[in-house]
């Protein structure tokens, strides 16, 4: 609304406009314009912000779950967080790849087309070299992967598509099936480089390696149920009995597979270096528990159980004869 002036302003206004003081054409009412919002072409937006926040619960779920699943089978720290879910273009994504890279192309079953689930190179030495007996620790310098080390990733991604159909369950009944891997992004032109993708980011620690995960999702593969990615729909939609009972039955079978140490100790003494140099055959080293008392039983690392030592079908064995506090009863 246009402001209303007094006689005394409108008087000062013409006296100024007769003395030359003021242009009427800077006091002009500029017309208003209509704003204009940029739209490039060449990458449009497909993806709604509701959509994409869809995406982000979905792959927190899964970090958590393939983090709990590396801790298990790699038996060390192991922790995956969501950085973020972006779009992208196909050919931004290829194009920011390393060489080489392990690439998973993993069909999106039964919607027509594949994702590819990405890991760094320096996430790939870590995992392989835990699988093998090592420190999980990744070499200075970037080398082309070998088959046998291909076997074994591949092996590792196949298990992971358990977790990944579990992630999509409350969306689409889904079945993740790997083709194949690729070392060479240039081999993985599964889409036209304009299409637009979204870009799940994971930040990985496996042990003291650091590195990135992308999982690409092409908008052409999960169009047929974009609405169903809408915020209404994913908080209408509520974790039933039995995929509820699925969740507890994939925990359950992980954490039962997962090996731990148990060790048994009979006493413990603390003698002198010089005396431990002196040491001969038939010497004896005086313990801290008594012939008849219980023995320590550690499990991890961690006291849990008081036994008996004794025989059993020709083995040595403990018997348990009491859960300790320090340990807990869980």
Request: proline residues 7%; contains cysteine.
């Given at each position: 609304m246009a402001e209303v002036l007094s006689q005394r302003e409108i008087d000062e206004l013409l006296a100024a406009f007769m003395a030359g003081e003021v242009n009427i054409n800077e006091i002009k009412e500029e017309a208003p314009t209509k704003k204009v919002s940029v739209y490039d072409f060449r990458r449009p937006k497909k993806f709604?912000?509701?959509?994409?926040?869809?995406?982000?619960?979905?792959?927190?779920?899964?970090?958590?779950?393939?983090?709990?699943?590396?801790?298990?089978?790699l038996r060390t720290y192991c922790q995956i967080d969501l950085v973020s879910v972006e779009p992208q273009t196909y050919g931004e994504f290829i194009n920011s790849?390393?060489?080489?890279?392990?690439?998973?192309?993993?069909?999106?079953?039964?919607?027509?087309?594949?994702?590819?689930?990405?890991?760094?190179?320096?996430?790939?030495?870590?995992?392989?070299?835990r699988m093998l007996g090592g420190l999980g620790v990744a070499p200075e310098k970037v080398r082309d992967f070998t088959e046998i080390e291909i076997v074994l990733i591949?092996?590792?991604?196949?298990?992971?598509?358990?977790?990944?159909?579990?992630?999509?369950?409350?969306?689409?009944?889904?079945?993740?099936?790997?083709e194949h891997i690729e070392t060479n992004a240039q081999f993985a032109?599964?889409?036209?480089?304009?299409?637009?993708?979204?870009?799940?980011?994971?930040?990985?620690?496996?042990?003291?390696?650091?590195?990135?995960?992308?999982?690409?999702?092409?908008?052409?593969?999960?169009?047929?149920?974009?609405?169903?990615?809408?915020?209404?729909?994913?908080?209408?939609?509520?974790?039933?009995g039995e995929s509820e009972h699925k969740y507890h039955q994939l925990l359950a079978s992980q954490i039962e597979n997962t090996p731990v140490e148990v060790k048994a100790v009979l006493g413990e003494a603390s003698i002198t270096i010089r005396d431990l140099l002196d040491l001969q055959k038939g010497d004896v080293i005086k313990l801290d528990k008594k012939v008849d008392e219980d023995v320590d039983v550690y499990i991890g690392g961690v006291k849990k159980f008081c036994g008996v030592v004794g025989l059993r079908k020709n083995y040595l064995a403990v018997q348990v004869t009491s859960i300790c506090e320090e340990g807990g009863k869980d």
């Open positions: 709604a912000k509701d959509q994409l926040r869809t995406l982000q619960i979905i792959h927190e779920n899964f970090a958590r779950l393939m983090g709990s699943y590396f801790s298990a089978i790849l390393p060489d080489p890279v392990v690439l998973g192309i993993i069909d999106f079953r039964p919607l027509k087309g594949s994702i590819i689930l990405e890991f760094s190179p320096n996430v790939v030495y870590a995992i392989i070299d591949e092996r590792t991604m196949r298990q992971l598509l358990p977790i990944m159909n579990n992630s999509w369950s409350n969306i689409v009944n889904a079945e993740f099936v790997l032109q599964l889409i036209s480089p304009n299409e637009p993708i979204a870009i799940v980011t994971l930040d990985a620690h496996i042990g003291e390696v650091e590195g990135m995960m992308n999982i690409c999702i092409p908008y052409l593969v999960i169009e047929p149920i974009i609405q169903q990615l809408s915020s209404k729909h994913w908080l209408s939609t509520k974790l039933t």
